[in-house]
């Protein structure tokens, strides 16, 4: 993986080019992560814009407007999911600029999975890629709904 890949992403999303975006929100952009594995299908990553070594590298105005996108973010997928609860997670150690996850967790998971981290239970880079036009296609649209009705209820 690239020390650059949230750098690269936030480009991606300002010019309009990145196909899992779901929304520009106050402190940055929310995308479909790249790669879902199956049994926690929507997972999702806060890019802040401008993009910062870490949420320690934020004021206080913005850290806070991050994480109140962040959780906006989780509110959404948990709506768009139907998930039983939210994994939050801000870790920046493969990609050493801040980025947040959303990982729904269900259920319907396999027990001897669900009391693991996502990153410890699933192996995400062998998981199936998001298709924006594909088998993920309602998914990302129900999402982006959720998150606009949020945005419009702030």
């Given at each position: 993986?690239?020390?650059?890949?949230?750098?690269?992403?936030?480009?991606?999303?300002r010019s309009g080019e990145h196909?899992?975006?779901?929304?520009?929100?106050?402190?940055?952009?929310?995308?479909?992560?790249?790669?879902?594995?199956?049994?926690?299908?929507?997972c999702c990553v806060l890019l802040p814009d401008p993009?910062?070594?870490?949420?320690?590298?934020?004021?206080?105005?913005?850290?806070?407007?991050?994480?109140?996108?962040f959780v906006l973010l989780g509110d959404a997928v948990l709506a768009a999911t139907c998930a039983e609860r939210i994994n939050y997670l801000i870790l920046c150690n493969m990609a050493p600029e801040l980025h947040a996850h959303v990982i729904p967790r269900f259920a319907r998971e396999d027990p001897a999975k669900?009391?693991?981290g996502p990153f410890e239970a699933y192996d995400f880079g062998s998981a199936p890629k998001c298709?924006?036009?594909?088998a993920h296609?309602?998914?990302?649209?129900?999402?982006?709904?959720?998150?606009?009705?949020?945005?419009?209820?702030?």
């Open positions: 993986m690239a020390n650059n890949i949230i750098s690269t992403r936030v480009a991606q999303c196909p899992l975006l779901l929304a520009e929100l106050p402190s940055g952009y929310a995308v479909m992560n790249d790669n879902q594995p199956e049994a926690i299908a929507g993009v910062v070594p870490s949420i320690n590298d934020l004021d206080a105005n913005k850290r806070a407007q991050f994480m109140a996108d669900r009391p693991l298709e924006p036009d594909g296609r309602e998914l990302l649209s129900r999402l982006r709904a959720e998150i606009q009705s949020r945005l419009g209820a702030r």
